[in-house]
């Protein structure tokens, strides 16, 4: 229970990251940034397992986590527009 309570603190907190460093306007409430940050965490982790950067069952990190928040904002602006 607490490990779902501190991931989605965190993916929230990489969320608003994500979306602070990113320019643009996007119309996104609370649980949609929490859900970003929380997927841009999960995108990180496994893409890094596959390139080889992190062992498997080993985190990403917060910055490995913004940017891949970042990367699916982005994606998601190319879509939208």
Do not use: R
């Not at 607490?2 to 603190?9: Q, R």
């Not at 990489?14 to 602070?20: L, M, Q, R």
């Not at 062992?55 to 879509?79: C, D, N, P, R, T």
């Amino acid at each position: 229970m607490f490990g779902l309570l501190m991931t989605i603190i965190i993916g929230f907190i990489v969320g608003v990251i994500a979306k602070f460093i990113m320019p643009g306007k996007e119309n996104m409430g609370f649980i949609v940034t929490t859900l970003l940050g929380i997927a841009g965490s999960v995108v990180a982790t496994y893409a890094g397992q596959a390139v080889g950067w992190y062992e498997a069952g080993q985190g990403a990190g917060w910055i490995g986590s913004i940017v891949g928040a970042f990367l699916l904002l982005w994606i998601y602006q190319k879509f939208k527009a």
